[in-house]
């Protein structure tokens, strides 16, 4: 697959990141239009729409080269995966932002022939980062403020419907020049905002649940129970509503009385036993369609639940139908 890839080289691209102006691209490989704004060497924002007539890849170096750099990467439309250097990789989409941390490196994206992308990439250093929040830097960010640390760090979540509207706002703000310059700024700082904010409610310590946590939680259970026979992982259940997995289990405990999994095994044999008083369905297509791969873990599963096996349950539901 990699011999199908176009490449553009850093020499070539990073030309058109460090203009100040927005650049216009119309070549064989790619249309675009490309902004790279530096207010200082503490705040850099990038804003890029790009639609590849090929699949290729682009590589590009840090801006802060002498030092770590913290990025915000957030895209309205399409997708790509980012390679930095031989340290870490992401992928980001519409639905999957991420603030990331790593020394002097060069970043490699690789973007799909035809995929419409819409881009907003912010990079500030931690300095910046540890100036704007002051005293509130929720726990979540910390290993990202540690001075001189060139460890790679991925912060991954969805976008808020706040966050999403002021990307939007940034991205096809009609203001130009100083305006625009300035507006952009700002809007980085109540990016920043809306996202420690969010940490912060998401982590808060053993106490009642908020609103915003409350609905992630009853959420995450319809998506749970929405997907019996592939069921998903606690990290991308978590993802999906926005929860970290500790707080998201906490979560269900307080709900539902039990943690992710013992819900999900819980309702799922619940499922699986009325099925088997119901119908005439085989055990293995119940078992199937509640995500047991292996009938035997089934049996074994639904004999801990109920003290008996599915087989000697359809039988006594039956006989006891039978005397009514």
Known sequence: MQSEWSHIQDGHFRNYFDASAPLYINNENVSAIISNIEYNRDLQVRIAKIL????????????????????????????????????????????????????????????????????LSYSISEEFLAGALEDDVPATFLPFLKPNEQEFHLLEFRPTPEMRRLVRSMISS?????MRNLFIEGAVLQLLALKANFLSNQVSAGGMLNEYEV???????????????????????????????????????????????????????????????QSDASLSKIAQHIGYRHYNNFISAFTRQFGVSPAKYRRHSRDNKNTE
């Open 215 to 277: 609905a992630s939680v009853r959420r995450a259970y319809k998506l749970l129970m929405g997907s019996l026979s592939t069921p998903l992982s606690l990290s991308d259940l978590a993802y999906k509503v926005n929860l970290g997995e500790k707080r998201l289990n906490s979560g269900f405990k307080k709900i539902f009385g039990g943690t992710v999994f013992e819900v999900y095994r819980n309702e799922r044999l619940e499922i699986a036993r009325k099925t088997i008083e």
């Open 52 to 119: 590849p007539k090929r699949d290729f890849s682009t590589c590009y170096t840090s801006f802060r080269s002498e030092a770590c750099t913290i990025s915000g990467n957030f895209l309205l439309q399409g997708s790509l995966i980012a390679t930095v250097s031989d340290v870490g990789q992401f992928s980001l989409s519409a639905d999957r932002a991420n603030f990331v941390k790593y020394g002097p490196s060069t970043t490699k994206f690789q973007i799909a022939r035809g995929t419409d992308l819409q881009m």
């Open 174 to 178: 009609p203001l130009v020049g100083t």
